[in-house]
Nanobody, 115 residues
């Protein structure tokens, strides 16, 4: 069984920064992909960023230029550096890990951006 645990969420003022982390444990393999998604109240879950290997990344249009995804393969951890946060970024952020065609999800961490 694969388990994901997110951390780093919290309350921050608009224009501030926050760094999320996701640790993966269990039966994992070296070749995989990881990503971040978010879901605000009344909204559909949307893609924030993904990373395959060490440097192949993609971002959602709403966060491009402000967020950066990275991973520490030795620690099986993915990070999301969020800069210039906006109230519209307020949501529950979920970590996703994929291997062998199967997706695994964390329980989510709340990010709240105040005006």
């Amino acid at each position: 069984h694969v388990q994901l645990v997110e951390s780093g969420g919290g309350l921050v003022q608009a224009g501030g920064s926050l760094r999320l982390s996701c640790e993966v444990s269990g039966s994992i393999f070296g070749i995989n992909s990881m990503g971040w998604y978010r879901q605000a109240p009344g909204k559909q879950r949307e893609l924030v960023a993904t990373i395959i290997g060490g440097d192949l990344t993609s971002y959602g249009d709403s966060v491009k230029g402000r967020f950066t995804i990275s991973r520490d393969n030795a620690k099986n951890t993915v990070h999301l550096q969020m800069n210039n946060l906006k109230p519209e970024d307020t949501a529950v952020y979920y970590c996703r890990y994929s291997q062998l065609g199967i997706d695994y999800w964390g329980q989510g961490t709340q990010v709240t951006v105040s005006s």
